[in-house]
């Protein structure tokens, strides 16, 4: 686990996590951005840094972005996944809280328009509660009847 304190520069953590990665040989570093809204330019301005200094330490790197969507956000979210796509190139989606009432039926419009491939899926608050994404299992959920 790579940090500091609170207020640093998220570039400069990306920074120190990418030289930690290379010098202790792992094989995966995950990065984790905080919540930011894609209207909040300066906030998007940072992501980008944040992939320019990875691709700098870590040449191709990342070799994969994601998306964290809720799924209670409706269709707002294909205007975000958009804005993301733009500025950071994401590469994947991750849907969340498909354990609720929301079914998470804009995957198709973001599929549709983006051309974006889902990897996991939220389904509770537990470890084991993130899945890979099984698109069969994803449909017969869209169309199930609830109640
Ligand atoms: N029921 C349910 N709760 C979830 C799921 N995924 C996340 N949560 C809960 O939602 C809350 C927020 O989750 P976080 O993982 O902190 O969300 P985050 O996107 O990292 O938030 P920021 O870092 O603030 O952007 C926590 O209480 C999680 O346990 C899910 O698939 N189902
Ligand atoms: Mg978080």
Do not use: C, W
């Amino acid at each position: 686990m790579v940090r500091q304190e609170s207020g640093s520069d998220p570039a400069a953590v990306a920074f120190d996590a990418a030289k930690a990665a290379a010098a202790r040989k792992v094989d995966v570093l995950i990065l984790d951005t905080a919540g930011r809204l894609h209207t909040k330019v300066n906030l998007m301005e940072e992501l980008k840094k944040i992939r320019r200094v990875l691709d700098r330490e870590i040449p191709g790197a990342p070799h994969e972005t994601l998306l964290v969507v809720d799924a209670t956000t409706g269709q707002n979210a294909l205007v975000q996944a958009r804005l993301f796509q733009e500025a950071v190139e994401v590469s994947g989606l991750a849907l969340t809280k498909l354990d609720g009432t929301a079914r998470g039926g804009m995957l198709v419009a973001i599929g549709n328009e983006l051309g974006l491939p889902v990897r996991y899926v939220g389904i509770g608050e537990g470890m084991e509660d993130l899945r890979p994404f099984d698109p069969d299992l994803f449909v017969e959920a869209l169309f199930e009847q609830k109640g």
